[in-house]
């Protein structure tokens, strides 16, 4: 796995607490390119109240994804769909075990001020349920399911030291 330094505009997916805001800072840093978060245009005030869907797509698609250089991290579908045929480069974090998820999910709602406890349950039962397609999001379609027709420029990360080996090469 090797970082296409051409590639302009990048999109990072997957799972909560995967390491995609990390990633993105360390990208922007490295090519010089600014990234955003879906979180941004997802909250209308950061994790208490939620902006409706049509205007965060409309947003994010006039604000990023039109523009020449950005990188985009996030795991709301339908705001990084926009990107999946724009992007020149699509990182996808998949790791296999969901406790070190739900570790580093834990882990994060404590540094943050603005979650409550039970945005933290539901942010692990929304994990459990994403990564199994269970209960509610038993009919959603997997992420690799989504990324099938652009596997050209999908590159596979499953581990925070394959992250470290792609940011470092």
Do not use: C
């Not at 099938?148 to 499953?158: A, T």
């Amino acid at each position: 796995m090797k970082l296409d330094l051409l590639a302009k505009k990048i999109l990072i997916v997957g799972d909560y607490g995967r390491g995609k805001t990390t990633l993105a800072q360390k990208l922007s840093r490295k090519l010089g390119i600014p990234y955003y978060s879906t979180d941004d245009f997802y909250w209308k005030r950061k994790f208490l109240e939620k902006q409706d869907k049509e205007s965060s797509i409309k947003e994010i698609n006039q604000k990023v994804y039109s523009q020449d250089n950005w990188i985009v991290e996030g795991a709301t579908y339908y705001l990084v769909g926009g990107g999946f045929k724009t992007a020149n480069l699509i990182i996808y974090l998949s790791f296999p075990n969901i406790f070190s998820q739900w570790w580093a999910i834990i882990r994060r709602h404590q540094k943050r001020e603005n979650e409550t406890f039970l945005n933290l349950i539901k942010l692990l039962r929304h994990a459990l349920y994403k990564k199994y397609n269970w209960g509610y999001l038993k009919n959603e379609p997997k992420m690799l399911e989504l990324l099938e027709p652009y596997e050209d420029k999908v590159v596979i990360l499953r581990s925070f030291k394959e992250i470290d080996n792609f940011i470092n090469t």
